[in-house]
């Protein structure tokens, strides 16, 4: 039988080798083709052994990207920004200003391979960092990502606060999560965000819980360290 994501997240994933993650902030946008070269350079370093494991803060101009199971149709206004293919699983999100990216690259060779496990450890990085700031995130088996529910919206009204699309190569990780905390949520009305019309999206300030990125960066590495390991300071 097959445990849903929600078991199989007793177990963490720390590194067998011990060694401390690179820990690495960007404060200005970071073009998304500038952090895809980077993440394809790093990660066949990390395979190749020439560099530490990292987790990379940062926010991207506005964009969409398509993932890998992306239907054409659910991109609404095609020419409102720029669109990027990309190697990761999932389909149409969006990335801009006030959305926290964490490109996650991590080898799990030297950690566990379980790409579920992966993911649901993901989840539960979220789930943590947003009840570290008393909101109530949760996962729903048949769907990737962090959810909270609306119910001054009405019953069984639900938003997403958090996407996850990941890619593997090599069995080291790369992509990761994007977690609003104040982006303009109008900038999604482009697209049917991954795939799903019958959901809204949301923020941690459309929650009413105005912090800055600098607070939930934070509260991100902790929370990444109780499930990853130990982490460094590091630029790129």
Known sequence: MTMDRSTIITKTMTSQTGEAVDWIISDSLVPYPQAIAFMEARIKDIAEGKANECVWLLEHPPLYTAGTSANPADLIAPDRFDVFETGRGGEYTYHGPGQRIAYVMLNLKNRTQDVRLFVANLEEWVINTLAAHNIKGE???????????????????????????????????????SLNIEPDLTHYNGIVPCGISQHGVTSFVDLGYPLTMSDVDMTLREEFESLFGATQRAEL
Do not use: N, Q, S
């Not at 529910?149 to 090599?170: N, V």
């Open 139 to 177: 996962r729903r088996e048949e769907r990737v990502g962090v959810w909270v529910t609306r119910p001054e919206k009405g019953p069984e009204i639900e938003d997403k606060i958090a996407a996850i699309g990941i890619r593997l190569r090599k069995w080291v990780t790369f992509h990761g999560i």
